[in-house]
């Protein structure tokens, strides 16, 4: 039995398939998701065997976005003359979402490559989920909206910041303006999926097989190649460069790339040695 309510995690050929769990509930983001997320991506981060992840769920649908009945802002219960005013609730509430966002940026922070694999609905919050990841699949009946138009507030924990490095930006707009959904067709065409299958079987196959390839490469390369892409993607050309020498002038393995110019020679597999486990500093 998983010690998660909202996830199942399993290791398998260095590749961790993480799923939503709660198909019933259509996988929406409870306070126990939002408990939970940032501890599994932990434990996930901290297996040095783990060279990719597979993001699914489990249903019908994704994941239907944020359980709105799980949040408030946290001052219905306190009498009107003890109340806070509106600056205190607002500041509070500022601090909520910064640290949703962060754990929605976690998953680019982890240093393997997460392969998000979306069927049926992928709505609101599920949409900043999917975002942060690093490759992007549907089954053709997958759908994605920006929800939070229609319910009258504005996305707030990544879909505003991350999309338009996805799609080109007046569609990203037209899809944040009016809440409608896009089809899976059109996910691929305008760039924010890689591919479309035919069923969520084909999809996690496809899913897998891509995890396994990414599997087989120096995990000190991978983590490399996700860290570089992801801070070009913030910074200018010219301190990406900078980034990027220093960076391969403190980790570039000699060894792991002995081990594939010979491997490639010789007609093999690579077999490179995992990272080294690192616990908790406040560990014993």
Same mark, same amino acid.
């Given at each position: 039995m998983s010690k998660y309510k909202c996830f199942e995690l399993k290791v398998d050929n260095n590749v961790a398939n993480l799923v939503l769990s709660r198909p019933n509930e259509l996988n929406t983001m409870t306070r126990d998701f939002w408990v939970e997320l940032p501890e599994v991506l932990d434990e996930i981060n901290r297996n040095s065997e783990i060279r990719a992840?597979?993001?699914?769920?489990?249903?019908?649908? =994704?994941?239907?976005?944020?359980?709105?009945?799980? =949040? %408030?802002?946290?001052?219905?219960?306190?009498?009107?003359?003890?109340?806070p005013d509106h600056a205190r609730v607002g500041e509070?509430?500022?601090?909520?979402?910064?640290?949703?966002q962060g754990y929605i940026s976690t998953l680019e922070k982890i240093r393997a490559p997460v392969i998000a694999a979306v069927q049926g609905g992928c709505v609101g919050g599920a949409l900043d989920l999917i975002t942060a990841c690093d490759i992007r699949l549907a089954s053709k009946e997958a759908f994605f909206c920006i929800q939070e138009v229609n319910i009258g507030?504005?996305?707030?924990?990544?879909?505003l910041q991350r999309l338009p490095r996805l799609i080109p930006d %007046?569609?990203?707009?037209?899809?944040?303006?009016?809440?409608?959904?896009?089809?899976?067709?059109?996910?691929?065409? %305008?760039?924010?999926?890689?591919?479309? =299958?035919e069923s969520q079987e084909d999809m996690l196959k496809a899913a897998n097989e891509l995890a396994l390839d990414i599997a087989t490469k120096s995990p000190v390369a991978?983590?490399?190649?996700?860290?570089?892409?992801?801070?070009?993607?913030?910074?200018?050309?010219?301190?990406?460069?900078?980034?990027?020498?220093?960076?391969?002038?403190?980790?570039?393995?000699?060894?792991?790339?002995?081990?594939?110019?010979?491997?490639?020679?010789e007609k093999r597999d690579a077999a490179f040695n995992k990272m080294v486990d690192v616990k908790k500093f406040n560990e014993k």
């Open positions: 992840v597979i993001l699914s769920s489990s249903g019908k649908h =994704f994941c239907a976005g944020m359980d709105l009945n799980a =949040f %408030s802002n946290g001052v219905e219960n306190i009498p009107d003359d003890k109340k509070a509430l500022y601090r909520v979402a910064k640290e949703l507030m504005a996305a707030d924990v990544g879909t %007046s569609k990203m707009r037209e899809l944040a303006y009016t809440g409608r959904k896009m089809l899976a067709d059109e996910a691929k065409e %305008s760039g924010l999926v890689s591919s479309v =299958f991978i983590y490399g190649l996700k860290a570089l892409m992801n801070y070009s993607r913030d910074h200018s050309i010219d301190d990406s460069l900078d980034f990027n020498a220093l960076w391969s002038g403190a980790m570039l393995s000699q060894k792991d790339m002995a081990e594939a110019m010979t491997a490639q020679m």
